[in-house]
């Protein structure tokens, strides 16, 4: 069956540093893969889509780069603040003729230290 | 424009029992998925919903069952409660499957289920 693996379950950084956090997964490539924030009793919050025939997207301080050869995405939060402190989410996303299937992985738990 | 609602917020239930939860898709989307997320672990795929249909279903049993209505609002029934089922449980919408180009589901706040 499909694996996810987050890097570990948290990750600790100074502020202005760069957060990388790490998703891997098992068998078969996604059509996509997506990135969710998700804040202690909220529910998940979309950041970004990568499709697999993409190797990198950026939106703001966010990058996420996608490597169907090492079966890896990579995270990045560049100038780190305080307020990114949460818990990240990568999703697999294999589409189908008249629906989605979605997996998570079980996040990273990133805290950002003034 | 409302976002995705969920009710009720907390439920607390005995095992045995039966449980109804409901969700009210963002504007303009019409397909609905339901998620459980335990403790400390990513949401896991229950079903989606589109055009009042099931349409893609995770490993859950048959415990689990869901409506689409035709306003495209939602609920999830959870039979023979087990003190296992105890959980956050997530509803998300999105626009018609790949039609639109956007991919993106938009999550409501949950419901947490406690079973005891």
């Known amino acids: 069956s499909q694996k996810i693996e987050q890097n570990s379950e948290a990750l600790n950084i100074q502020e202005g540093k760069t957060a990388t956090l790490t998703c891997n997964y098992t068998?078969?490539?996604?059509?996509?893969l997506q990135w969710y924030r998700q804040d202690p009793g909220r529910g998940p919050v979309f950041l970004l889509l990568i499709r697999e025939n993409e190797k990198e997207k950026r939106k703001e301080r966010l990058k996420v780069t996608f490597d169907t050869t090492l079966k890896q995405s990579l995270f990045h939060i560049t100038a780190s603040q305080p307020a990114d402190s949460a818990t990240y989410l990568c999703?697999?996303?294999?589409?189908?003729?008249?629906?989605?299937?979605?997996?998570f992985g079980s996040g990273t738990r990133l805290s950002i230290r003034p | 424009d409302a976002g995705v609602t969920q009710s009720p917020t907390h439920l607390i239930k005995t095992r045995g029992q039966q449980v109804t939860l409901r969700c009210s898709p963002k504007?303009?989307?019409?397909?609905v998925s339901w998620y459980q997320q335990a403790l400390g672990q990513g949401p896991q795929f229950i079903f989606q919903?589109?055009?009042?249909?099931?349409?893609q279903r995770g490993n859950f049993p048959d415990r689990f069952s869901g409506h689409q209505f035709p306003n495209y609002s939602s609920e999830l029934n959870v039979n023979a409660l087990l003190l296992g089922d105890s959980a956050l449980y997530l509803c998300a919408s999105s626009p018609t499957p790949r039609a639109s180009g956007n991919y993106e589901q938009y999550f409501g706040p949950g419901t947490r289920l406690t079973v005891t």
């Open positions: 999703a697999l996303d294999f589409p189908l003729s008249s629906a989605s299937k979605i997996i």
């Open positions: 919903y589109y055009e009042e249909e099931e349409r």
């Open positions: 068998n078969y490539s996604p059509a996509y």
């Open positions: 504007s303009g989307h019409d397909t």
